[in-house]
């Protein structure tokens, strides 16, 4: 190289840095799996405000399955800066994007999509917040040999896979996945911070409920009946169906029973609220209508479907939460709210996040008499003890918040330099 042609190269140099400078790093986030159920909705949310907080500098597209019924609308209000793509977008994303980045779920949702990514770009892709389990997608038997392993393969292929409860990441493991990150990642629904407080306000005012002094309660069945919901377009289950029916009294009476031991213990109301569509209809019928009058006289039953935003105001202002659900429960202490989880065998390994957290005393499971005959007197004492109750569950907050903060680096280490 002579001297002129030497000079002219290293006085390009700013320029060339300048133009790198101006490309920003780009990300898919692939999410957004049903509208029907506010815990589906969060984890879109919770993924989009970790990387707003911790990867500023990041271009995010949310490549979504389902944004209908209002959620579109919240997403774009709370999240001006991102690209919500869908048809012939999505084949540009992939062409100009670095990283995928698969949100978290119940298992790995899109796991068709990831692979098609993979295969199209060869850009690397990450598995963030979700459960893996042997259950087929029917949750009635198990999946088969050859799912199971088409699974593995993509956690394989996988730059870091975040399994939001310990006994996923044990399987994995068990089953030969050897991703070179695999750890205990929170699911993403922690760190929603929606609001809608005028809404929420609204409502409680409207029904008496003042801050601090209620409690939540949120019920379901042990498969939710998705055919009772036009939209879904669902056949009827008769197996399922009746596993319901046997089992929603077993499953139901322990709230009641915590219901009456709050209202007359305590000074406190409670709300029943759903998290998926079909759950009002189970607070009237296994809770509400059940209760003695008394008890009932300060109770109040929310009797339609409220988006995740609403829903966190009213979380937020309430003195805590229990029921058989797992996403509430998650948005509480995401906001620093106690929250107690009732589960069963027929529910997935997700609610063991709640052993994985240091909330092990806030976690029952129904198959065990014991377990069901201290879920009362559970409720009763988070109820009684506020300041110690949201002293743990700030505790619970701080620990996954600082395992978000950690992965969150992770997935910026696998974006250009």
């Known amino acids: 190289m002579n001297r002129r042609h030497f000079i ?76 919500i793509i869908s048809g012939d977008e999505v084949k540009a994303a992939f062409a100009e994007c670095d990283f995928l980045l698969h949100g978290s779920g119940p298992s790995l949702v899109a796991q068709k999509d990831v692979a098609r990514w993979s295969e199209a770009t060869g850009k690397p892709y990450g598995v963030y917040g979700i459960t893996f389990s042997m259950q087929g997608s029917t949750a009635t038997k198990p999946a088969s040999e050859e799912a199971i392993q088409s699974t593995i393969q993509v956690f394989n292929g996988a730059k870091f896979v975040y399994f939001r409860d310990s006994v996923s990441l044990e399987l994995a493991k068990r089953l030969g996945a050897n991703c070179p990150l695999m750890d205990f990642g929170p699911d993403g629904a922690f760190a929603v911070d929606l ?57 139901c009476k322990p709230l009641r029973d915590a219901i009456v031991k709050v209202i007359r213990q305590t000074g406190l109301k409670v709300l029943l609220c759903p998290e998926d569509k079909t759950q009002m209809a189970v607070n009237k019928e296994m809770i509400h209508d059940k209760l003695p009058d008394d008890v009932k006289a300060r ?56 052993r994985d957290i240091g909330l092990n005393e806030w976690l029952f499971d129904l ?51």
């Open 299 to 354: 109770v109040v039953w929310r009797e339609d479907y409220w988006l995740t935003d609403e829903a966190v105001s009213a979380y937020r202002r309430s003195a805590g939460l229990f029921g058989h659900e797992m996403h509430s429960p998650i948005m509480c202490i995401g906001n620093g709210i106690p929250a107690i989880v009732c589960r069963w065998a027929e529910q997935t390994s997700k609610g063991f996040m709640w």
């Open 8 to 83: 002219r190269s290293v006085a390009s140099l700013p320029l060339i840095s300048a133009i790198a400078a101006e490309k920003p790093k780009r990300l898919i986030l692939r999410s957004s799996w049903q509208t029907v159920n506010i815990g589906d909705i969060a984890h879109t949310p919770g993924v989009l405000a970790l990387l707003e907080k911790h990867l500023p500098e990041v271009e995010v597209r949310l490549w979504p399955s389902k944004v209908d019924n209002g959620v579109e609308e919240m997403l774009r209000a709370r999240f001006p800066k991102v690209k």
């Open 367 to 417: 198959d065990k008499e014991d377990e069901l005959a201290r879920v009362a007197d559970t409720v009763l004492e988070m109820a009684q003890d506020p300041a110690g109750s949201k002293a743990k569950a700030a505790k619970a907050r701080e620990f996954v918040m600082g395992r978000f903060a950690a992965s969150m680096q992770v997935v910026k280490s696998h974006l250009p330099a």
């Open 195 to 251: 609001k809608d407080d005028a809404k929420a306000e609204a409502f409680l005012k409207a029904h008496g409920l003042e801050e601090g002094k209620f409690l939540c309660c949120i019920p379901r069945l042990r498969y939710t009946p998705y055919w009772t919901l036009p939209e879904k377009k669902a056949k009827r289950d008769e197996t399922k169906h009746a596993r319901n029916e046997a089992m929603k009294e077993h499953d």
